[in-house]
């Protein structure tokens, strides 16, 4: 086994809970385990997987995740669980800590995994809330970290809603000194919040929040897009389409970028509306390996996660 860094951090509900520092760590463990230079074992580890929220690329590649390094999964669903019913939080994370070694939660409500991690005496990840995404940033930055080497003088410009995705991007480029330009809508900018903890990261970063997209992907490195409407915006989809009419990352916008742009989304895609089909498909696009290296990432930070009990084996 490869012995792992301890990042000195109990849960991962942010991209703003590690330093500079150990996100480098991460994404550089999470390229060697991609190449296959290193390896090690979570044998016996099981990480429990409560999402609220409907997934795909996330439950996957955590119970891939974990299967490729030895130790298992198991899904609380809360539609056939004691937690669907009502059962309090402080409850299910203390009874839980008992039987799992780290749970993933994807939620709505931010939170709730705030209150989770005060009772858990176990890890407690971030698979998506409505304020952040952040271990699809890890991701995001591990596939700009491949394609250019580094994050110096970089520009990421994000078109369409201040989502969870954008927040979580702005956080990210605080951290990492990348200029993130976030072109939406009026009424529609990233969390406030948000953008104050940017700030106390690095009072001096690069965010740029504006309402016109081609300004914001003039001579850009990555374009990157998200759905308009999240899950549980459903009601209000129609009203979204026409606000973010003009939104779309299309041919127009790339060519406004520069010529070695890439281009990125979190996936699903709505082909036609935040991006075309013919984007998507380009030979800027990286969004197949951006889903990809959701596997290699979340390995990454189980590792780091679980490094404190694999020093002890």
Known sequence: M??????????????????????????????????????????????GLI??????RTRVSFQVAMSRLGGTTIDLNPSTSQIGRGELI????????????????????????????????????????????????????????EEFGGFEELVLSFVGDGNNVANSLILCGAILGIEVRIACPKGFKPNKEILNKAFEIDPNNKIVITHDPEE??????????????????????????????????????????KKDAIVLHCLPAYRGKEITDEVIESKNSRVFEQAENRLHVQQALLATLFSEQLAKE
């Open 2 to 47: 490869s012995k792992i860094k301890n990042l000195n951090i109990k849960h991962f509900l942010s991209n703003s809970d590690i330093s500079k520092n150990d996100f480098l760590y991460i994404l550089d463990l999470a390229k060697n385990l991609k190449e296959k230079k290193c390896e090690f074992s979570l044998s016996n580890k099981v990480l």
């Open 51 to 56: 999402f609220t929220k409907s997934s795909t």
């Open 90 to 145: 402080k409850d299910t994370a203390r009874v839980m800590s008992r039987y799992c070694d780290a749970i993933a939660i994807r939620s709505y409500d931010q939170n709730d995994l705030i209150e989770y991690s005060k009772w858990s005496s176990i890890p407690i990840i971030n698979a998506l809330t409505d304020l952040e995404h952040p271990c699809q940033a890890l991701a995001d930055f591990l596939t700009i970290k």
């Open 216 to 257: 914001a992907c003039f001579n850009s490195n990555i374009l990157y897009t998200d759905v308009w409407s999240s899950m549980g915006e459903e009601d209000d989809k129609d009203n979204k389409d026409k606000s973010f009419a003009g939104y779309s990352i299309d041919n127009i916008l790339l060519k406004k970028a």
